[in-house]
């Protein structure tokens, strides 16, 4: 089994939980992680039912994320909007036709 399956003692820390629910989380786990504060993270729940924390990265940093991919379309995404939502009008409105 993977280290994350069975921690040993010096991937563990206890916290205290604040009456308002908030925790510190340790500076050597922030590290790891590459949460910065003040920053949010992610709790995610497996289908295991294990909870896991991940970095949830700032807008600044998402900026140009989707342009570093070559476009597949040369459509305008005003005009794609358009197409969708009048697709999907058309096939709400099929349903109750009789």
Avoid: C, W, Y
Avoid at 41 to 61: I, W
Avoid at 66 to 78: F, G, I, V, W
């Amino acid at each position: 089994m993977s280290k994350s399956e069975h921690p040993s003692d010096s991937e563990k820390e206890v916290v205290s939980v604040t009456k308002h629910g908030q925790a510190t989380i340790p500076k050597r786990f922030r590290d790891k992680l590459g949460i910065e504060a003040p920053g949010k993270v992610l709790f995610r729940e497996t289908e295991d039912g294990d909870v896991v924390v991940e970095q949830v990265r700032s807008p600044s940093e998402m900026r140009g994320f989707a342009s570093r991919q070559e476009p597949k379309t040369d459509t305008p995404a005003t005009q794609i909007l358009r197409d969708k939502r009048k697709q999907d009008r058309n096939e709400r409105e099929s349903q109750f036709e009789t």
